[in-house]
Each structure stands twice: as C-alpha cells, then as structure tokens.
C-alpha cells in the first residue's frame, strides 16, 4: 500500500472516532494515538489533508454537534450541551456558540425546530457556493410513503469525498466512479448491489468545503483496506425510508419535509447515528454523473430513527408507514440470506 493512502485512512480512523465520541475529551495527543503517529507528524498529515489542524477540526466539529443536539435532545439543557462540547461553562459555550453561529444557543433552540436554517450566520447565506441555492422551496409533493426498515451491522468499503453538498463536483463523480470500479475488478458490483452515501454533515452548518460524503458498498470481513478503499463499521439501526426521484431542488425539499413534517409527527426521535442515502446499482451506473453533478437524483433517504412506539408512530404520522424487518445489509446479495 502507497504511503498516501495509509496516510490517509490513518486520517479517516481519527475522523470517525471523533465523530463517534461526542462525550470524550479529544485531544492532539489522544488523536494521534489513533493515527499511530507522534503528535508532530499528525498535526502536520491531518492538517495537509483536511485543510485544517486537528484542533481547528475537533472545535469545529463539536460546536456543530451541539447544534443537532440542541433540536434533537429538546430536555437537554443548555448547559449538559456544553459539557458534552468540551466546555467548561454554559457561558463559555453560549460564547463560542454566538461567534460561530451569531446567535445564542438559547435562542437558536428557540427559532428552529427539526430543519436547521434560521439563523444569522448560515451557509446558505454566507458561502458564496451555498448561496446559489437559495431558490424557494417548493412543497413536496411525491408519493411520501415512508417505510422502516432494520439494517443489520454493516461493514463498509468507501471512499471520503469533502465538499459542498447538492452541487456540481467533478472530484466527486471521480470518487463515485472509482468505486463502482473497484468494486468490480473484484467482483462485488451486482445487479443487487446498492451504494451507500453517507452525509453526517449539515450543509446549512457546516462550510461547504468541510462538508463530508462516504460513498461505499456493503462487503464481508475478507475485504481489507487498500490503495483506494477504506472500511468502516456501520452500527444495527432502524431506518425510515422515503424513495425520491427527480432534480436535486428535489432531493432537498424530499430531506426538509421527511425531517421537518414526518419525524415530529412520526412519535420518533432521530438516532444517534448519519444520514445517508442510498442507490441502487444500476442507476448508480447510469446515472452517477448526473446524481453527484447536482441535475438529477433517483434513490432512498435515510433517517436513523428511534421507534419510541410504532402504533403511535402509525396513528400520528398521517402519511402511510408500512414496516419492514430483518432486510438484508444495503449492498449485500439478499439471495444468499436464510
């Protein structure tokens, strides 16, 4: 394996740690130990890799998660928010939180509910990329049946694509193409298979170029790590699931409603894991260059969700919720299932 590529899934690992550890203190030193790397030459790979340093990152990254958890975990005070932030005071929080965001985290709590765009400084508004997509949002008006599905745990092959989410990327139909083509050249790709694109990031909070997209499939524990490809464990969850298709005027305004209209009134709460959507495999063939260049989108959105009660979830909904168990991992031969 080339030396850029361990560099970089070294890289991806701390990514996804820090990601996953929302409660634990991260620092340089506890960082670096899961790079295997001394703390300098840690700093300085992450920092050429990802455009920031692993202080700038993890700052960044914890100011963001405490804007989900702030609408998500609505009997969470403010104050065990900033805790699990790093801070060491509410008022060092509500600080650092007003710097970034130009609001308190009180009245951000306040003027947003489920769908996160009302406030001063939104990248919607700031980001001159972000800012060509201010078109009004029309209703969604697709069939919106909505399915719960389980997905097993699942070992994921992807590549990382950072950039701005809905927009045309040349990078990253690159990125979407090398994996169809790995996958291939070891026989993975079926007529089954489905792509697995997840988005952890929201693209009103997050700067675009930070914004991230793991693009990948499903495969068994044989499948290791390589110049292209890095592995991660995607976790059992419940999944709700809209299909979509059309423009990506489309696919936002399908994400707004399924998180600002169906979730509240689903008698669910989000889980504590990605976003992430899904295509199917000869579409993502077809149609991948249209999907990533921000014209067309056919595929399934997904929120992982809590089920605090189904029949509640059913009776409160006001849109169909047939339930679906035990389906098969997402990209996995479902034939080969008892």
């Known amino acids: 394996m080339h030396i850029e590529a361990l560099q970089r899934h070294r890289i991806n690992r701390v990514m996804n740690f820090a990601r ?31 455009r ?62 489920w769908y996160i765009t009302d406030f001063p400084k939104n990248q919607y508004v700031l ?47 690159d990125k979407f193409v090398k994996l169809i083509e790995w996958a291939k050249l070891r026989g993975l790709w079926q007529e089954n298979t489905e792509v697995i694109a997840v988005c952890p990031d929201n693209p009103a909070v997050t700067p675009p170029q930070f914004c991230q997209h793991d693009f990948g499939v499903a495969v068994e524990d044989g499948v290791k790590e390589d110049d292209f490809i890095s592995i991660q464990n995607l976790p059992e969850m419940t999944l709700a699931t809209l299909r979509v298709s059309g423009s990506s005027q489309v696919a936002r305004v399908a994400w707004r409603w399924f998180i600002s209209e169906w979730l509240p009134q689903s008698g669910m709460t989000k889980a504590n894991h990605d976003y992430f959507e899904i295509f199917d495999s000869k579409f993502a063939e077809l149609g991948c260059l249209k999907i990533l260049g921000g014209s067309q989108t056919e595929g399934t959105l997904c929120i992982p969700v809590a089920a605090c009660n189904i029949n509640s979830a059913k009776d409160n909904a006001h849109i169909p919720i047939p339930i679906a168990q035990n389906l098969a991992p997402y990209g996995m031969n479902r034939d080969s299932r008892s």
Do not use: W
Request: charged fraction near 20%; charge should be positive.
């Open 20 to 50: 996953n550890c929302e409660s634990e203190v991260l620092t340089l030193e506890n960082l670096a130990d899961v790079a295997c790397l001394s703390r300098y030459h840690f700093s300085r790979i992450f920092t050429e890799h990802c």
């Open 52 to 113: 920031e340093t692993p202080i700038e990152f993890v700052s960044r990254l914890r100011l963001e998660q405490s804007v989900s958890n702030l609408i998500y975990l609505p009997n969470a005070s403010v104050t065990a928010i900033a805790f699990e932030a790093g801070f060491s005071s509410s008022q060092a929080f509500s600080n650092a939180f007003r710097r970034r965001f130009g609001i308190s985290p009180r009245n951000f709590r306040i003027n947003n509910s």
């Open 127 to 173: 980001s001159p990329l972000m800012s060509k997509l201010l078109a009004p949002v029309r209703h969604f008006s697709q069939q919106r049946e909505v399915v719960l599905r389980t997905m097993p745990a699942t070992r994921l092959a992807y590549i990382r694509h950072r950039g701005a989410y809905y927009l045309p990327s040349k990078g990253k139909s």
